[in-house]
């Protein structure tokens, strides 16, 4: 991002060549080369642009000699690009993702810095078999672990429940822990028609129904606590299950997983009984990127509560 007087603000303008030419000190004997995939702020990344983004990175890392990829990316949407990529990737080359928190114009633009890092990153044999990562601010985070949680801080992406793999001090790379387990879907499409809806005090459903009735084949819902929704809303979340529509719970609180923990009205546990499937520790837009990929890849509404559940540890 470079700021742009006739706009008045901060757009994409510098290719991947103009800002390579800006990072010092990278590690030697490494070949690094530059593609434009495209000049995209992140809010302009869509989940088929996304796919098609695997797609090329896939194609990449069969060259042999080829020790990873690092992607550039607008921080808005950073985190569901890297989701997608980890769910779909299969190579044990790491793919890093990047971004900047601060534009060029700025005095402290952090993209050069965290650059620098995620291509340290990407060229370390201690990452393969990590799948896709995200490098900001010299730490290390699992693509499906990671959120942004600040609207500007340097230090916004973070592993709120599970805390890095590793960082960046000076000339060395720790890892320090690794995921217990990566999961992995096989896909190669999604199904866009996934909604995305934010449950409130007073929620009655409404929402629901209209996104059923303009097409929705599956909808994610951000709920209250541990999984729980307003009991006016019950009976929208019934006739989106009855029409074969997977709803995933998932919480709008920024830590911990959802379960079927209360069995008042509108509670998780009446929820799934109802057939809604828990979304474990996922936000509602790493479950709608999963869900996506569920679809597209042909999963029946038994497979992807099967594939919810696998990975939540139900």
């Not at 990590?130 to 010299?138: K, P, Y």
């Not at 217990?180 to 929620?203: N, S, W």
């Amino acid at each position: 991002m470079k700021f742009d007087r006739e706009t008045g603000g901060a757009v994409p303008q510098l290719s991947g060549e103009q800002i390579l030419a800006q990072v010092s000190d990278l590690p030697p004997n490494i070949e690094i080369q530059s593609e434009n995939f495209g000049l995209l702020p992140g809010p302009h990344m869509t989940p088929p642009r996304m796919l098609e983004l695997t797609r090329r990175i896939a194609h990449i890392l069969e060259h042999p000699t080829q020790l990873g990829v690092v992607v550039t990316h607008g921080t808005d949407t950073l985190e569901e690009t890297a989701y997608l990529q980890d769910l779909l990737h299969t190579s044990a080359k790491p793919v890093v993702f990047v971004g900047a928190m601060r534009n060029s114009s700025e005095l402290s633009w952090d993209g050069p810095a965290n650059l620098r890092a995620a291509i340290r990153v990407a060229a370390a044999p201690e990452t393969r078999n990590l799948g896709a990562l995200v490098v900001m601010n010299d730490q290390v985070l699992a693509a499906a672990e990671v959120s942004k949680t600040h609207t500007e801080a340097v230090d916004t992406f973070q592993s709120l429940s599970f805390g890095p793999l590793g960082f960046l001090d000076k000339d060395r790379l720790f890892i320090t822990r690794t995921p217990k387990r990566r999961e992995q879907v096989q896909a190669t499409t999604l199904e866009e028609r996934v909604e995305m809806i934010r449950v409130y005090a007073g929620f009655n459903g409404r929402l629901i129904d209209h996104a059923v009735s303009d097409g929705a084949q599956g909808i994610v819902l951000e709920a209250l606590g541990r999984g729980n929704v307003p009991p006016a809303s019950v009976p929208a979340i019934e006739r989106a299950i009855a029409q074969g529509i997977p709803v995933i719970l998932t919480s709008r609180c920024p830590k911990g997983r959802v379960l079927d923990t209360y069995a008042y009205d509108g509670g998780g546990h009446q929820l799934t009984q109802r057939g809604a499937i828990l979304g474990g520790m996922l936000p509602g837009p790493k479950a709608r990127i999963k869900l996506m990929l569920l679809l597209g890849s042909g999963m029946n509404l038994q497979q992807i509560k099967a594939a919810f559940e696998e990975s939540s540890g139900e």
